[in-house]
C-alpha cells in the first residue's frame, strides 16, 4: 500500500467534531448503564435515579441536650425568687440523642437543674414548647428527595442517604478504558536504556488523566510494531471495555500501524484533524465501540485525549464536563500560526503591575516540561495568521488564578541558582512560584523595558569599559527607575566530556582539531563573551563547526556534550558539576538581577530578596559548583 494513501484531507476541528459525534449516535454510545451499589462505597459515583428518604430522621423525638425532660407546662413562670419543684414523676433524665417519651414536651440542661435530697428537682428557669428537642423528621422527612438524578455523590450525600434509611443507591456505570501503548522502541520505567530507547510513560500521564475524569483505566504493556500484535491488543481491549485509547502509530511512518489496523478491525471515522498539535489523532469504531488512536508525542497525545476522550467519560458517568476557568491576557511576544489548522499553545501567567502576562512556556509536541510549566493553554482558531505583541487573548487556566497571582515573573539569562530560588520560594506559606523564562541577558532587559517581567537575570559583558550590565541598562532602560542587585559571580568556560580526552583549552585546539562547537542563542550573555574570545584569538567563527547551532541554557549545552551531540560548548561550572563532566574556565563573570523600583517593596520579590542571603541557601547554591556569593544581595547600582 501507498503509504500516503491513509491520508485524507485534516478535517477541521468543529467539522471532525460533529462527525464523531454523528458516528457515537449511531451505536448508541452513552446510553445510560446502571449499578446498585453500597452507599458506603458510592463516593464520586453519579447518581442514576433521583433519591428520596426511606425514614424521617430522626425517626422519634430525640433529646438534644443532657439533661431533663419535662413539660413546659409545668415550669410556668419559674425564677430565682420562684423556683419550681418537680416530683420524680415530673420529669425524666435523658442524655442527647435518648428518646423523650411523648408525655414531655421539653428538654432542660442539666446545668440549670439542681437536684434535691429527696429526689425532687428544682428549676429556676421556664421553657418553650419543644425546648432542645430535635422532633420527628426535624432534618429529613420520609420521602423526601435527598439527591437528584445525575448528582456526584460526596461525603455529605453519603451520610444522609445512611441517615435517612438509604444502604443501596443505582448509580451510572463507570466507562472502563484500555490504553495501548504502542512502538518497539519503548521499555519499561526504570529499565536501563540504550540508544534508540525511549522510557514508556505516557500512558501513565494518559492514564491519570482518564481515572481523574472518572474512568477504571487498565494500561497494557508497550506493544511492538508489529501489525498483528497491535490487532491482537486491540481486540482484546475492545472486548472487555467501552472506550479504547491506543497511542503511538497515528501518522504515516513506516512502522506507523495504528490506521491500517483500525481500518481492517473496524472503521475509520476521522482521518486527521487541522489542529496543532495533534494533527495525525485517529478516531474509529471497532466493535460499537469507540478507538481514539492518538499521536505518539505526549505533547499532542494529552491534548487530544482532552479534545476527544474526555467528553466520552464524563457522558458514559451521566454527568457534564466541568467548565474550566478562564481570563483575559496580554501576550509579552508576537505568535505566528500557520494557517488552516487551530493551534493550542501553552503558556505561563503572570501578574505584572496590573497586567497579566502571557508568555509561550515552549514549544514542540513532545516538550513534556512546557505542560508541566504551562499555567493555561491559548488557542489561536482556524484563520488567524497569529497574534501579536500585546494583543489582549483568552486563556483557558490549567491551574487556579490564586497560585498565578503568587507568581513571581523572572525573564533573563540561565542560571541554576534559579531553580534552586523556584524551590525556596515555594516552600514558603503561602508559597511562591518563581516563573522563570530562560531568553537570554539581552532578551531579558527587553522584556523589562516592556513590562513583562518582576526582574530579569543579565550577565553583559562591555568590551568597551569592561563593566558587566551597567553600560546595557544606561543604553536600553534609561529614565527607568530600578535596582542592580547581585546574585552571584560565576566561572564561565568550556564544558567537556569527564577527562577532557580532546584535551580542550582554547578555540584555536577547536578549530584545528575539528572540534563540534554547541553556541548559546544571540542576545544572551555567554554568547556575546563567547564571541569576545573568538575575535581576540583572531579567529574567524566561520571556522568552529557547530557555531551557528544554538541552545538557550546551560544545561542544554552540557546535555548536548554529556550525550555526545557536541564536544565542546561554553557554559557555567554548576552545569558542567550537575552532569558530572569536566570544565576549563575562561572567566569570572558577575550575574546581577535587575529589579524595577516599583517591584523592590513587593512582598513576592522582597521573598526572594530574604532568600538569596539565607545562610542556608547560599550554603546549598556553593555546592552546586564555580560560584562566589561575595556580593549576594548587595546592590550594584541604581537608577
Not at 429556676?124 to 423528621?137: D, E, F, K, L
Not at 488552516?340 to 497579566?356: A, C, E, I
Not at 550573555?525 to 538557550?552: F, N, Q, V
Amino acid at each position: 500500500m501507498n503509504r500516503e494513501s491513509i491520508y485524507v484531507a485534516n478535517q477541521p476541528l468543529s467539522e471532525a467534531l460533529k462527525i464523531w459525534e454523528q458516528a457515537l449516535k449511531e451505536i448508541g454510545f452513552g446510553q445510560r448503564r446502571t449499578r446498585v451499589i453500597p452507599v458506603d462505597e458510592a463516593l464520586g459515583e453519579t447518581t442514576a435515579r433521583a433519591v428520596y428518604a426511606s425514614h424521617s430522621s430522626p425517626t422519634y423525638n430525640a433529646s438534644a441536650m443532657d439533661g431533663v425532660a419535662v413539660r413546659f407546662e409545668d415550669l410556668g413562670f419559674a425564677s430565682e425568687a420562684s423556683p419550681v419543684v418537680l416530683k420524680s414523676d415530673q420529669y425524666q433524665s435523658v442524655n442527647t440523642g435518648n428518646e423523650v417519651p411523648d408525655r414531655f414536651n421539653a428538654v432542660v440542661m442539666i446545668e440549670d437543674v439542681h437536684t434535691r435530697a429527696d429526689g425532687s428537682i428544682e428549676l429556676i428557669n421556664s421553657a418553650t414548647p419543644w425546648q432542645h428537642i430535635r422532633t420527628v423528621g426535624e432534618d429529613i422527612v420520609a420521602t423526601e428527595l435527598i439527591l437528584p438524578a445525575g448528582h456526584t455523590i460526596r461525603p455529605i450525600d453519603q451520610g444522609a442517604m445512611l441517615a435517612s434509611g438509604v444502604a443501596q443507591v443505582e448509580v451510572n456505570a463507570t466507562p472502563k478504558v484500555t490504553v495501548i501503548p504502542t512502538g518497539s522502541e519503548l521499555i519499561a520505567p526504570g529499565s536501563p536504556g540504550k540508544p534508540g530507547q525511549i522510557i514508556e510513560f505516557n500512558s501513565r500521564i494518559l492514564a491519570g488523566y482518564l481515572r481523574e475524569w472518572g474512568a477504571e483505566v487498565s494500561v497494557l504493556s508497550p506493544v511492538s510494531d508489529d501489525p498483528e500484535l497491535i490487532t491482537e491488543a486491540l481486540l482484546e481491549a475492545v472486548k472487555r471495555s467501552d472506550i479504547v485509547v491506543t497511542n503511538a502509530g497515528a501518522s504515516a511512518g513506516t512502522r506507523d500501524f495504528s490506521s491500517t489496523v483500525l481500518a481492517s478491525a473496524g472503521r475509520v471515522v476521522v482521518r486527521g484533524v487541522a489542529i496543532k498539535p495533534g494533527k495525525p489523532v485517529i478516531l474509529a469504531l471497532v466493535d460499537s465501540k469507540p478507538v481514539i488512536g492518538l499521536p505518539g508525542y505526549p505533547i499532542s497525545a494529552i491534548l487530544t485525549l482532552q479534545l476527544f476522550a474526555r467528553d466520552l467519560v464524563y457522558r458514559f458517568r451521566g454527568q457534564r464536563p466541568p467548565s474550566g476557568e478562564s481570563c483575559n491576557a496580554i501576550m509579552s511576544r508576537p505568535m505566528h500560526s500557520p494557517m488552516g489548522v487551530d493551534q493550542f499553545v501553552r503558556v505561563t501567567l503572570g501578574r505584572v503591575h496590573d497586567t497579566l502576562i502571557a508568555t509561550p512556556s515552549g514549544k514542540g509536541a513532545g516538550s513534556v516540561m512546557s505542560l508541566v510549566r504551562a499555567d493555561g493553554l491559548l488557542t489561536i482558531p482556524v484563520g488567524s495568521e497569529g497574534i501579536g505583541a500585546g494583543e489582549t487573548v483568552r486563556i483557558e487556566l490549567m491551574r487556579p488564578m490564586q497560585e498565578v497571582d503568587r507568581t513571581l515573573v523572572a525573564i533573563g539569562s540561565h542560571d541554576n541558582i534559579l531553580d534552586l530560588m523556584a524551590n525556596g520560594l515555594h516552600q514558603l506559606d503561602p508559597p511562591i512560584r518563581l516563573s522563570s523564562a530562560h531568553v537570554g541577558s539581552m532578551g531579558g532587559i527587553m522584556a523589562i523595558r516592556r513590562g513583562e517581567a518582576h526582574f530579569g537575570g543579565t550577565h553583559l559583558l562591555d568590551e568597551q569599559t569592561g563593566e558587566y550590565n551597567i553600560p546595557f541598562i544606561k543604553r536600553f532602560l534609561a529614565g527607568m527607575q530600578l535596582r542592580l542587585v547581585n546574585l552571584c559571580y560565576r566561572q564561565q568556560g568550556f564544558i567537556v566530556a569527564k577527562g577532557n580526552p580532546k584535551a580542550v583549552r582554547s578555540f584555536t585546539d577547536i578549530v584545528e582539531r575539528k572540534l563540534l562547537f554547541i553556541n548559546r542563542q544571540k542576545g544572551a550573555g555567554t554568547r556575546l563573551l563567547t564571541d569576545k574570545i573568538i575575535r581576540e584569538s583572531g579567529l574567524d567563527p566561520g571556522l568552529i563547526a557547530g557555531y551557528d547551532h544554538e541552545e538557550y541554557t546551560h544545561m542544554n549545552i552540557a546535555v548536548a556534550v554529556m550525550s555526545g551531540s557536541a564536544d565542546v560548548g561554553m557554559g557555567i561550572r554548576a552545569a558542567a558539576v550537575a552532569l558530572g563532566l569536566d570544565f576549563v574556565p575562561v572567566a569570572e563573570e558577575r550575574y546581577d538581577l535587575i529589579v524595577p523600583e516599583a517591584f523592590v517593596d513587593d512582598k513576592r520579590m522582597s521573598a526572594a530578596f530574604d532568600l538569596i542571603q539565607d545562610q542556608q541557601f547560599m550554603a546549598r547554591v556553593e555546592t552546586l559548583g564555580g560560584y562566589s556569593l561575595r556580593h549576594c544581595g548587595n546592590v550594584i547600582y541604581r537608577q
